[in-house]
C-alpha cells in the first residue's frame, strides 16, 4: 500500500509538472516543427530510372576444355558466371567506373546538373533551396584530377542500384537522382559501358583459351583428343562471333528506361520527416521541462 501511495504522489507530481511547463512545451514543439517543415520543403524531389533485364545463358563449350583451361592457368570468362554476379561486381569497381566518368565526361556533367538545378520540390516552390545553395555550387570541387574522379565515383556509387529477382532471375539496373533526366540517362550509360566491357573480357578469354588449344592440338598425336580440342576451338570461335551479335552482352533489355513523371517521386518521404520532428520535439520540450524542475528544486 505504502509503494502505491509513492507511485500516486510521483504521477501527480509529474502530471503537476506537465501542466505548469505546457505552453512552453507547446510552443517549443511548433517552433522546432517550423523549422522541419521550411527543412522538407528544401529538399528537392527525387526520381528513379531504371531498366530491366533478362540474363542470357552462356555456357562453356565442354567440361573437359574448361578443366584443360584451368590447369593451363587461363582464367574464367564473364559467361561462366551469372549475369547478375557479373554485373554486381563490375559495376562497384572502381577502374571501371573511373574509365566511364572519363570517356562519358560525368565529372562535367554532374557539376552541371547541381548547377542547373533541374528540379522539383512540394508545391512547386524552390525558393528555400535556392536560398540555402547558391548558384555557383558545385557538388565536385576537388583540386586534382584523381580527386574529381573519386568523387565523382562516391556520387555515382549513391546514384546507382542493381539487384535480381529469385523467383524470374531479372535484374533491374536502376538509377535515383533529383534530376529525373539525369537518372535515365545515367541507366543508360552504365548499362552499355557494363555490357560492353563484360562483352569485351568474354572475347579475350575466348581468344586466349583458342590460341592455348591450338597450341595443344598442334603437339597431341591422340585422335580421340585431337577431335575433342578441335571441337572445342570450334565452339569457342563460334561463341566469340555470337557474342556481338546482340544489342547487349550477357542480357536482353525487357524494359528500356524512361524519364520518370514528375508525380513519381521515390522521395523524400516529407509527411513521415515532419512527423518525427514533431515527436522528437515534443519529447524533447517534456524532458526539458522535467530537468528543469528537478534543477530548480535541487536548488
Known amino acids: 500500500m505504502e509503494y502505491t501511495q509513492e507511485d500516486e504522489i510521483d504521477l501527480r507530481e509529474l502530471w503537476v509538472t506537465l501542466l505548469k511547463y505546457k505552453y512552453k512545451i507547446v510552443i517549443f514543439t511548433i517552433v522546432v516543427t517550423f523549422f522541419g517543415l521550411v527543412y522538407t520543403l528544401s529538399l528537392p524531389n527525387s526520381y528513379k530510372s531504371y531498366t530491366l533485364l533478362a540474363p542470357q545463358e552462356t555456357k562453356t563449350p565442354s567440361l573437359a576444355g574448361e578443366l584443360a583451361a584451368m590447369m593451363s592457368g587461363i582464367s574464367y570468362g564473364a559467361g561462366n558466371l551469372d549475369a547478375f554476379t557479373s554485373l554486381k561486381a563490375i559495376l562497384s569497381d572502381y577502374s571501371f567506373n573511373k574509365a566511364v566518368i572519363e570517356k562519358n565526361g560525368l565529372v562535367e556533367r554532374i557539376n552541371s546538373t547541381t548547377k542547373e538545378k533541374n528540379y522539383l520540390f512540394a508545391f512547386g516552390y524552390d525558393g528555400v533551396y535556392s536560398l540555402l545553395h547558391p548558384s555557383d555550387e558545385s557538388v565536385i570541387d576537388e583540386r586534382t584530377s584523381e580527386q574529381k574522379l573519386f568523387n565523382a565515383y562516391r556520387y555515382l556509387q549513391g546514384m546507382l542500384s542493381i539487384s535480381s529477382d529469385k523467383k524470374t532471375s531479372l535484374i533491374t539496373l536502376s538509377a535515383t537522382s533529383n534530376d529525373r533526366f539525369f537518372a535515365k540517362e545515367i541507366v543508360e550509360i552504365y548499362l552499355v559501358a557494363l555490357t560492353e566491357y563484360l562483352e569485351e573480357m568474354e572475347i579475350i578469354d575466348a581468344t586466349n583459351k583458342i590460341k592455348f588449344y591450338k597450341q595443344e592440338l598442334a603437339s597431341t598425336k591422340n585422335i580421340e583428343l585431337r577431335k575433342e580440342i578441335s571441337s572445342l576451338i570450334s565452339a569457342l570461335v563460334q561463341k566469340r562471333v555470337l557474342s556481338s551479335a546482340n544489342e547487349y552482352y550477357i ?39 522535467f530537468l528543469k524542475e528537478f534543477i530548480g528544486k535541487s536548488r
Open 251 to 289: 542480357v536482353s533489355q525487357m524494359i528500356a528506361p524512361r524519364v520518370a513523371f514528375a508525380s513519381e517521386k521515390t522521395g523524400p518521404k516529407r509527411k513521415q520527416i515532419l512527423m518525427i520532428i514533431a515527436m522528437m520535439s515534443l519529447m524533447l520540450g517534456v524532458f526539458s521541462a
